[in-house]
């Protein structure tokens, strides 16, 4: 670790303190040591942070990493290198992966990348059922059980057609108080659609897929939920009466969250006239009213986590005829700014409460605290910062990405509000917005895994930011 870093006049916003004053933060041994005014930095490298905030660091709940098996798209190396730079300390990724984290050796594999890449956490969710095939659940409780410690199932990419198995599922998540993670869809009603079924669809000539697609999978869900008494989050909500059901599943007690994803909050589909592929996801991108109904939730609480579901793609999987693209964007590197810069400039939300949804609600939502992890800055939690300037402009060039993926739908976008530093475990791991050099963290730790020596205490520990 060093001798530490003594961040020299930031901002500290916290939890629930909200944004302060100018202070002074020292990090010793991967902890915050000390926060105040005028603090002696001992041997400790000061750096002037002067302008900006410092926060906790950013966790994604929703992201594909890729690997195994399609390493070509994205890897656990540059999916943390793109995170770290985009100010996160915490990635979830998502289990659609060849072979799908589905068993504990997938899950450990995916787990103990991110450890000897030592950027950030880097926390598999497990696939609900084996192979992600909707037909036979898969081991959960050795999955939760295992190194990796996977609290989050979800057949992402793919919905759970089968009631009775996603029931079954959400039985056994209650033992555990996993999370079961929910990709509402109807196949039926989706199936072959390429964009938002509506007017657009119909001038563009383009099978739609309608909101109804992912409406009923939810109520679905949800009415299981209330069944079984399961956790559920409902990943990328994106019409107006989805977040109707989550509200009305909130004002009954059902313990149900969801997230939003940038992109469903800053496009709709009127964007798709010019057949541009960075702008087909899925869930598509939906009507402006949608659009307006999912800030209106924002803003009243209704959606919890802001999320990037962020999918790296080949440039010949993107670069094609639209009905040949693959769905997804890549997000890690935007989300900071483009939620400063479209929600927080223009008031839908506070810097508060933009950075709690980015921060502090997903950490809650997988229960981050059972291995350690606080999403504060205060004396002794986990060093875990992000430190961005709000008023640095920049317009986004994909070139630039830390991400092997290019497809963007904000490249040439003019943004305000950068990624500064970033601190992991203690470390500066991004300098000056770039990665910082310096020894490799996970050089020991793959030592001692090879030796068969690490486990729940190190998976403690790598999570917490308290290890050496």
């Not at 995170?83 to 899950?107: H, K, L, Q, R, W």
């Not at 107006?240 to 800053?266: F, N, Y």
């Not at 991004?430 to 730790?445: C, F, H, I, N």
Request: net charge negative; charged share 25%; aromatic share 4%.
């Amino acid at each position: 670790m060093g001798n530490g870093v003594l961040l020299r006049g930031g901002r500290v916003l916290s939890f629930p303190a909200g944004l302060g004053a100018e202070t002074d933060i020292l990090v010793e041994k991967g902890v915050v040591a000390a926060v105040g005014q005028g603090l002696s930095p001992g041997r400790a490298e000061v750096v002037d942070v002067s302008g900006c905030i410092v926060a906790p660091g950013l966790v994604e709940l929703h992201a594909h990493l890729r690997e195994p098996g399609m390493e070509y798209k994205e890897d656990v190396a540059s999916g943390s290198r793109a995170a770290a730079c985009g100010g996160y300390s915490a990635v979830f990724c998502m289990p659609n992966t060849e072979p799908a984290i589905d068993n504990s050796s997938v899950a450990e594999y995916v787990f103990d990348r991110g450890v000897d890449e030592g950027l950030c956490m880097v926390l598999p969710h497990g696939a609900i059922t084996q192979g992600r095939a909707g037909e036979t659940l898969a081991p959960m409780g050795e999955m939760g059980t295992c190194r990796a410690g996977v609290m989050g199932f979800s057949d992402d990419g793919s919905p759970v057609s089968d009631s009775e198995i996603m029931r079954r599922a959400m039985e056994y998540a209650r033992t555990m108080n996993a999370l079961v993670i929910s990709h509402s869809e109807e196949p039926s009603l989706s199936a072959g659609g390429q964009m938002n079924e509506g007017y657009y669809s119909t001038l563009l000539g383009l099978r739609g897929i309608p909101p109804e697609s992912e409406e009923i999978g939810v109520f679905r869900d949800i009415c299981l939920a209330e069944k079984t008494g399961a956790r559920l989050h409902l990943a990328h909500v994106s019409t107006a009466r989805s977040v109707d059901l989550v509200r009305d599943a909130k004002r009954r007690g059902l313990p149900v969250t969801c997230e939003v994803t940038t992109h469903h909050i800053l496009l709709d589909d009127s964007g798709l006239t010019d057949y541009d592929t960075n702008m087909k996801m899925n869930p598509p991108l939906r009507s402006k009213a949608d659009v307006d109904a999912l800030l209106e939730a924002l803003a009243d609480g209704t959606i919890d986590v802001i999320a990037t579901d962020h999918a790296p793609h080949a440039p010949h999987e993107k670069e094609t005829e639209f009905d040949r693209a693959e769905f997804g964007v890549v997000g890690l590197e935007t989300c900071l700014a483009l939620v400063l810069t479209r929600l927080v400039e223009t008031g839908v939300l506070s810097l508060e409460k933009a950075l709690e949804k980015l921060t502090l609600a997903p950490s809650r939502i997988m229960d981050m605290g059972r291995w350690g992890y606080m999403p504060t800055v205060e004396e002794g939690a986990p060093a875990n910062l992000v430190v961005f300037n709000p008023e640095t402009e920049w317009i986004v060039d994909p070139r630039a990405f830390k991400s092997r993926a290019r497809n963007t739908p904000y490249g040439g976008w003019r943004l305000r509000g950068r990624v500064v530093h970033t601190v992991f475990r203690g470390r500066l791991v991004v300098r000056e917005g770039d990665l910082s050099p310096g020894p490799e963290q996970g050089t020991a730790r793959k030592k001692q895994k090879d030796a068969g020596r690490v486990g729940a205490g190190e998976r403690a520990s790598a999570a917490a930011g308290t290890g050496d």
